[in-house]
């Protein structure tokens, strides 16, 4: 831990695990130091990871861990809190009090999400509470499916799960009325609407059995859809000065977000970032490939600066690569110790 690495990957998941293993291939020293919170641990599998589509989230990281060390990586337990530029890399703060160190800095710490607050809804996250219907969809396709409304896109995702049922029920909850448009499309394509507040979501046993409204009405589902608000991982990227942003969606912030750019670089030199700190729509496939576009990244980032190093050393009156030279010039085969 003492050590001063090419690389710090703050973050273990698909991102943070992707750019590793991308580095440890290119023979850089590559640290990952992992929360242990990955966002999909809820869920009991991943899908749309072309040759893993359901694999559990675990296996995939277990894996993963096991990849990067085979090429020399380091992955280990501890909690970030912040880190600052020092003597031209930086230095990461553990929780625990530890400190490491290095040249380049990849964060990967993804997005929390926010979800509405009802009774009874966080205990079925991830299972029949869902969010993604390019992640879920297939698990509840043609079972009676529930979209809470919480904001302006409630009908355009009320309109997106029918693709998968024919039993979609708006609830309007919080959200806004539908306009006449809107009104006309659900209807044509047989999705419900109920009005009023939603109170609670009603389970029974190990699933969710319905939605229970303010009114008192049990209206019945197998699962129900919801917005989350996706609130980056940024304390490590705020304390070097990296704040994040809003996102909007149809003029709703959905979330908040690090901007990068498109290889993962962010503004502030030495520093990337890649997954859902940056992207919030990131599916598993998506975090791990820009993870590998920022490790590619940062390798040809640090590659131009030892070419740059090296040339500044051999220009140098006196330096150990003159010194070389000499010593092979002058004794050849010769030269011992000198």
Known sequence: MDER?????????AAGLSGALALGRARRSVLVVDGGQPRNAPADAMHNYLGRDGTPPG????????????YGGRVVTGEAVSARAEDGGFVVRLADGQEVRSRRLLVTTGLVDEL???????????SDVLHCPYCHGWEVRDRAVGVLSTGPAGVLKALLWRQWTADVT???HTGPEPTDEECEQLAARGIAVVTGEVAAVESAGDRLTGV???SGRVVPRDALVVSPVFTARSAVLASLGLPVEPVEAMGHTVGTAVPSGPMGATAVPGVWVAGNVTDLMAQV???????L?????????LLFEDVRLAVQERRAPFSAATERELCDMVLGDRRHGI
């Open 116 to 126: 509405p607050d009802l009774p009874g809804l966080r205990e079925r996250w991830g």
């Open 170 to 172: 708006l609830f309007l």
């Open 5 to 13: 690495h090419d690389v710090v990957v703050v973050g273990g998941g």
């Open 293 to 301: 576009q920022a490790g590619a990244a940062i390798n040809a980032d």
């Open 59 to 70: 296996d995939l990281l277990a894996a993963g861990r096991a990849e990067v060390a085979g």
């Open 285 to 291: 496939v998506t975090a791990a490939a820009a993870g």
């Open 212 to 214: 229970r409204l303010a």
